[in-house]
């Protein structure tokens, strides 16, 4: 079972920063693909960013420019570098993982980001 533990989330005003954390309990060479989703109430979870080693890294058009996804290898831990939040940005942002060699799809449990305007 894989587990993925996330941190980093809270309160910010807009136009400030934040740093989620995701880290794996599995090794990182185990792992094709992390990314960062998010949700807002009513509405379908939206990919924010990904990263893996066949992709590379992918943006929604919405954060391109703002955010920064990069990974820890040695810590199988992926991290979302959040800058120039905008209200908008405010929803839970789940952690995402893929293995190399299976279809099924990790989740973290989420965590809170608020942007106050």
């Known amino acids: 079972q894989v587990q993925l533990v996330e941190s980093g989330g809270g309160l910010v005003q807009a136009g400030g920063s934040l740093r989620l954390s995701c880290a794996a309990s599995i090794s990182t060479f185990s792992i094709k693909a992390m990314g960062w989703y998010r949700q807002t109430p009513g509405q379908q979870r939206e990919l924010v960013a990904k990263?893996?080693?066949?992709?590379?890294?992918n943006y929604a058009d919405s954060v391109k420019g703002r955010f920064t996804i990069s990974r820890d290898n040695a810590e199988s831990t992926v991290y979302l570098q959040m800058n120039s939040l905008k209200p908008e940005d405010t929803a839970v942002y789940y952690c995402?993982?893929?293995?190399?060699?299976?279809?099924?799809?990790?989740w973290g449990q989420g965590t809170q980001v608020t942007v106050s305007s």
């Open positions: 990263i893996g080693s066949l992709i590379g890294t």
């Open positions: 995402n993982a893929n293995l190399w060699g299976s279809s099924q799809e990790y």
